[in-house]
């Protein structure tokens, strides 16, 4: 060996030499930060005498006080709870929103969660973003005019959803016995459910001889007209049956040949396992929701929504029932675990991978929702188990038995 080969020979040795000794170290000062931290949940450094901690969101956030070990850097908070919300209270029912201003990523979608009376009516109106609804409680007899001027009206209970194209007229009534509640998902993040337009906000607001004029009336006939929104407000339960308002409506033009509701619930699931049940609904289902795309997931105690991420949208999260964490990794070693329960809506920026865990004694409900037609999704063991397994092998340092045992296809929700 001449002495350039001897030279070249040396730095390789060298450089292998300083490669194993820098993940050695690595791995020694990963070990010695995970177990410092492990240890850390066990002794005095864990500890807060004085506080602030309120010790009702203490309780209800255990793994913001108290993160993981993996949970790594400063990641923003991606939970923001409907009981924060100003609820705007009127005779005939209320509601409360959730949009961008309240919670800072979730740019795509902004909700309102609304009740209605028996009786109570959300004015005739319409939007400046498309509005897609699920039915958390009691019904509601709806309406909206299609692109043809055709009427729709149909009765909607729990369970079954609605989607109004942006600037379709429409209006939502609760019926007996009880009213209604329902959650409205509006497919821009920074769209209030203030800035909507509203009939009698409108008419107050043009003068009485132009309305006179546009009706074919005298001006004393709209005398009673009010004189500013009604928003929500309290009326009698509609005198006719179904069928009775379809065909007054219908008119000469007949009825519309769109339907703008769903009935998500008599479908059957899109996936089921013995950790819980997924109903998948997009554009291929239900057509006239074109830019909302949604999955209504249940997670029985101890499942877990398998670990994944979305490839087309953010995903907006609405949770029904029950309890459960989630851990978002951000990329660049920066990760967060959060926890959830009824009323709060949690936020996911499209390709971060992530999962969702039962951590109580029910059933976990909640919704992923996307402004994104289609639905789409990929699992973490779907991925791993269609690649050359030697590939997966020298990634994970895992052995052939062990990728064998990892389920080969998405199962969406995993059983303890």
């Avoid at 919670?103 to 209605?116: P, Q, T, Y």
């Avoid at 639905?375 to 052939?400: A, E, F, K, R």
Wanted: aromatic share 10%.
């Amino acid at each position: 060996m001449d002495d350039k080969e001897s030279a070249l020979s040396r730095r390789k040795f060298l450089g292998s030499a300083m490669a194993v000794g820098a993940t050695a170290l690595s791995a020694r000062a990963v070990q010695q930060s995970t177990s410092d931290v492990e240890k850390a949940e066990h002794d005095s450094s864990i500890t807060n005498p004085i506080g602030p901690d309120n010790a009702a969101l203490h309780e209800e956030n255990p793994d913001s006080v108290l993160p993981p070990p993996t949970d790594h850097a400063n990641v923003k908070p991606f939970k923001y709870p409907f009981s924060f919300s100003h609820k705007r209270t009127q005779e005939g029912g209320w509601a409360r929103q959730v949009t961008v201003e309240d919670l800072a990523i979730a740019k795509s979608l902004s909700a309102v969660n609304m009740r209605l009376t028996s009786g109570g009516i959300r004015e005739l109106h319409w939007h400046a973003a498309g509005e897609w609804s699920i039915m958390l409680y009691g019904s509601a007899r709806i309406t909206c005019l299609d692109q043809y001027g055709k009427p729709f009206i149909d009765d909607v209970k729990k369970g079954d959803l609605w989607f109004f194209p942006t600037g379709y007229p429409h209006s939502i009534q609760g019926l007996g016995p009880d009213g209604c509640e329902f959650l409205l998902v509006f497919d821009d993040g920074a769209f209030s459910e203030y800035d909507t337009i509203l009939l009698a906000d409108w008419t107050a607001h043009t003068p009485r001889d132009v309305l006179a004029k546009n009706f074919g009336v005298s001006k004393d006939a709209l005398i009673k007209l009010p004189k500013g929104e009604l928003y929500i407000f309290q009326a009698d339960l509609p005198k006719g049956s179904l069928e009775e308002d379809r065909r007054a409506a219908a008119g000469s033009v007949g009825l519309s040949d769109k339907s703008f509701s769903f009935r998500m619930m008599d479908m059957p699931p899109t996936h089921k396992t013995a950790g819980g049940e997924v109903r998948i609904v997009d554009s291929s289902k239900f057509q006239e929701s074109n830019t909302v795309a949604a999955a209504h997931v249940i997670i029985h105690p101890g499942g877990m929504r398998e670990m994944h991420w979305h490839e087309n949208a953010d995903e907006w999260q609405y949770y029904i029932a029950g309890k459960g964490r989630m851990t978002v990794f951000a990329a660049g070693a920066k990760a967060r675990t959060m926890d959830f329960s009824k009323g709060d809506v949690g936020y996911v920026l499209q390709t971060f991978p992530h999962y969702i865990e039962n951590t109580g004694t029910e059933d976990l409900i909640f919704l992923e929702m996307f402004r994104a037609g289609f639905y789409q999704d990929l699992s973490l063991n779907q991925w791993l188990t269609h690649l050359p397994p030697q590939l997966v092998m020298s990634h994970l340092h895992i052995s052939d038995a062990t990728l064998n045992s990892i389920p080969h296809k998405e199962a969406v929700v995993l059983p303890l």
